[in-house]
């Protein structure tokens, strides 16, 4: 199934994917077109940003600007829980960006997100499978049937385990700025980055 997937990825389809905590939406990240059906699919507003997962950190030459020396520290605490906001590359849509010129991205922990992302050789969106103001999936069962209907294809992994989101934090900016506090916990980050809060 993982290899049927990625082919849907490459040919610019939709593909619903377990992550560590709930469903998500996958798309070829760098192909304007399949990152359009993602936010037509979720109803989303092009003024919100889309985090991106990373299928090797070497994906992320093509996607920043610059990796900042706290940012280098802080990749250390992947794979999971903690998604790092770069300025974007020119290579990014501009859409991804929701025009804030800044992009998250994560190293996925979980296995089928590693094992799909590793098999489309590149960044896939990461957003949940949701309908934008909709609760976010942690069990396949609880799948908006019609949006599973939009898409190409649904690896289902039964039930995840819910709970918090990825910590995000902003490398752009000095010190860093924690934007939202979720299943890392932020002392981590100052541990990390041997700082005080």
Known sequence: MIG?????????GVV?????????????ALCESSV?????????S????????????RDMDRLVRKVPEEARLLMALWPGRLTLVFDASDAVPPLLTGGTGKIGLRLPAHPVAKALTAAFGG????TSANR???????????????????????????DLSGGFGST???????????????RLPVACIWDALKQPP
């Open 16 to 28: 619903v994917f377990p992550t560590s905590g709930l469903y998500g939406l996958g798309a070829d």
């Open 36 to 44: 359009q059906k993602v936010f037509s699919l979720k109803r989303r």
């Open 4 to 12: 049927a997937a990625a082919s849907i990825l490459k040919n610019g």
């Open 132 to 158: 934008s103001g909709e609760p976010p999936a942690y069990k396949s069962a609880d799948l908006d049937t019609a949006l599973c209907r939009e898409v190409d294809l649904v690896l289902d992994a039964g």
């Open 46 to 57: 092009e003024t919100q940003p889309l985090l991106l997962l990373l299928s090797d950190i």
């Open 123 to 126: 960044p896939i969106t990461g």
């Open 168 to 182: 995000v934090v902003d490398v752009t900016v000095r010190p860093v700025r924690v934007i939202r506090e979720g």
